[in-house]
């Protein structure tokens, strides 16, 4: 079993930055890929940022650039630094997990741009 909480989330102006970060309840460096994904109102779930527990890290397109995910095995953290925010940022965002082949998410965290 692994418990991920979500927090960072907040309102912010476009073109600001916040810092979201991922507490999990064991050692992340048991945890395989863990990632960061978005979901807007009436819109499906989706990719943010992904890292891996070797460092390689994968990015939706609409965030390169402008987002980088970390991983701090020391603090048993993955946060996801977002620069540049646009509105259309705004959504919940969720942490994910995988642990021995079964993904696990936290409760999300609320991010709001205002334009």
């Known amino acids: 079993q692994v418990q991920l909480v979500e927090s960072g989330g907040g309102l912010v102006q476009a073109g600001g930055s916040l810092r979201l970060s991922c507490a999990a309840s064991?050692?992340?460096?048991?945890?395989?890929?863990m990632g960061w994904y978005r979901q807007a109102p009436g819109e499906q779930r989706e990719l943010v940022a992904a890292?891996?527990?070797?460092?390689?890290?994968k990015y939706a397109d609409f965030v390169k650039g402008r987002f980088t995910i970390s991983r701090d095995n020391a603090k048993n953290t993955v946060d996801l630094q977002m620069n540049s925010l646009k509105p259309e940022d705004t959504a919940v965002y969720y942490c994910s997990g995988t642990y021995y082949a079964r993904d696990y998410w936290g409760k999300g965290t609320l991010v709001t741009v205002s334009s």
């Open positions: 064991r050692t992340i460096s048991s945890i395989d890929t």
């Open positions: 890292v891996t527990t070797g460092g390689g890290t």
